[in-house]
Each structure stands twice: as C-alpha cells, then as structure tokens.
C-alpha cells in the first residue's frame, strides 16, 4: 500500500507588508532586512482572523481539489506555532469550520516542522489501513504572537495557510521520511509564556513574554546542520542519491540558511523552491504553501522526486521524499 498526496491548496492573507513599512515603526531598513533573510515582503492577516479561519479556508480548498466532500475526512491533523488557543485543538475548530463532521482530530505541535510531523503522522494511518482520507494543515498567524519592538524577529514571520489531503495511491508518494528533535536546544526559540511554566501575569505582559523570542546565531547554525543532514538520510533511506532529487522546497525561514546548506549539499539552487521573499517565515504552513505554488505554477510534475525539509523550534526537523503523484 502507498500513500500520497491527492489534493493540495493554499490560502494567504490580502495584506501585504513590505520591508518599507517595517522601516517605519523598527530601527532597520529594506537593505539589512534583504542581505541579513531574504524578505521583501509578508502576509498579515486582520485582527479578527485566528489560525483556523486560515487553515479552513485552505482546506476546503484542498478538500475540492482532491475531488471530495468535507464527510470523506476521516481525520484532521494540525500543525501550527500559532494556535488558536492552548486548547481545544485548532484542528478541532477546523473540523467544526468545514462540516468535516466523520473527522478525527487532533494537533501536532512541532514548531517551524509541524507539516512535516503532520504528513509523516498522516501517511502511517494510511498504510495501516485505519483511516483513508486525512487532511493535514499547517495554519499561522504569526502577526498576532510576534513582538513588532524587536527588530530581529518582527521582519521575519508572516501568516499564511496550506493543507494536503493523504490518502492511498497507486503510483508514487510519500517513499520515506525521517523526524528528530533535541529538547536541550529549547531555549533558543520560544513563546515563553502562557503555559504552565510561566503562566500570564502582569508581569509576563509587561516584559513582552508572550512573543517570539530566538537566539538567531544558535538557531541558525543548528538549521543549516541539519538541513543537510535531513536531506541526505531521507535520500539515502529511499535508495536514491541526491542526483535522483528534481526539487527540494526547504522550510523558508531565511535565504542564507538554505544557501548555506546548499553549499553544503552541492546542490543546485534552481532546483530549490523558494518563496520567502514574497511570504517570509510562515512556521508550519511554509512548506505547504511552497509545494501548493511549485505544483500550481507547473514546476513540480508527476514523477518528480521532491524532498521536503523542515526545522524549527523545539528543537526539531524532519524529512520527507515523495515520489510526486499528481
């Protein structure tokens, strides 16, 4: 038994923020936020938008295109840095938001590699036979939880959403994958309070706990490492070597992360979907809005063997191969 892709979408925001006004409310300008990520722009969403109404309208949309109807979801997946709340689970409200009525449902919570997770998680309920059509979606809004005084932090994330619906194919799919993680590297991106730990207070409020805080130099070390790593293992546990890979799309967190780790992989970079200047880190739906526009737009085509590799925080990262079916 195989399992695969069979539908895919994506949805994004309309409001597009450019480094231009970011220079207007941060001490930085287009040329730092350019030479140091990559970014030109990103997406915000309206304040009264959650994750979910993201991930929802990509689901439907992916649903659609996989030529089925919201009762065929027999499971829900979400990956997301940026829920709706601690609990229930976004997948849940997901579920509720697409009438996805005969759904399991459930979240992933592995930062930046969630879709990854999320697919991995996905594809073991297929071959096993338990459940047939699983969506999985990987929904931000970072907007909402990233301190726009930082002026590290604030030009890198964006929101955005992107689902996939798995299910049992003939030819092709997902041909293996790996997942990891290293909790001692914890500290080095996080969202430190609201949780049981350091639970909200005045305080947490005051000193501006409740955003994204990163160590960049670690964070990016530890990226290109295991970029590259991901890469090779996924590679080499299908029996391929990385001349048999049409296209990697990376988690699109900063350009020289995945410049760096090319160098590395000595791998073309015209063989790399890349998207963050347009959309910049968008955490868990980076890599499936990226595959959504690569398959869209015509790049990637039936029988194309693309690696997706994901990192983030937690620490954690993992790799799938498919073997494109679409």
């Not at 030109?40 to 030529?67: F, M, T, Y």
């Amino acid at each position: 038994m195989r399992a695969g892709i069979i539908g895919i979408s994506s949805f994004l925001p309309d409001k597009v923020i450019s480094n231009a006004e970011l220079e207007r409310i941060v001490d930085t300008t287009n040329e730092w936020i350019i030479e140091r990520t990559g970014i030109l722009s990103r997406r915000k969403a309206d304040v009264h938008i959650s994750s979910s109404d993201l991930g929802a309208e990509a689901a439907k949309l992916a649903i659609r295109d996989a030529n089925l109807e919201p009762e065929d979801i027999d499971m829900i997946i979400s990956a997301s840095s940026s829920p709706d709340c601690t609990f229930p689970a976004t997948a849940c409200i997901i579920q509720d938001k697409i009438k996805a009525k005969n759904a399991a449902a459930f979240d992933i919570q592995a930062a930046c590699t969630g879709f990854v997770y999320g697919l991995t998680t996905a594809v073991q309920y297929v071959m096993t036979g338990q459940y047939k059509n699983i969506l999985v979606v990987g929904s931000e809004v970072l907007s909402k939880v990233t301190d726009w005084q930082d002026r590290n932090t604030c030009v890198l994330f964006g929101d955005g959403a992107g689902a996939v619906v798995v299910s049992q194919v003939e030819t092709g799919g997902v041909i293996s994958s790996i997942l990891g993680a290293d909790g001692s590297g914890a500290n080095l991106l996080e969202l430190p309070a609201g949780g049981t730990r350091e639970p909200a207070s005045f305080e947490t409020v005051e000193n501006r706990r409740h955003f994204i805080k990163m160590n960049g130099n670690e964070v990016f070390k530890f990226a290109v490492k295991v970029f590259e790593d991901c890469t090779r293992k996924v590679v080499k546990k299908a029996d391929l070597t990385l001349s048999d890979i049409d296209y990697i799309i990376p988690h699109q967190a900063n350009v020289r992360i995945i410049d760096a780790a090319l160098k590395r992989l000595k791998f073309q970079r015209e063989r790399v979907i890349i998207n963050l200047d347009k959309y910049g880190n968008m955490s868990s739906a980076s890599i499936p809005v990226a595959l959504h526009e690569a398959f869209h737009t015509g790049r990637i085509k039936k029988g194309h063997k693309v690696v997706l590799v994901g990192f983030g925080a937690g620490l954690t990262w993992g790799a799938a191969l498919i073997d494109w079916n679409l």
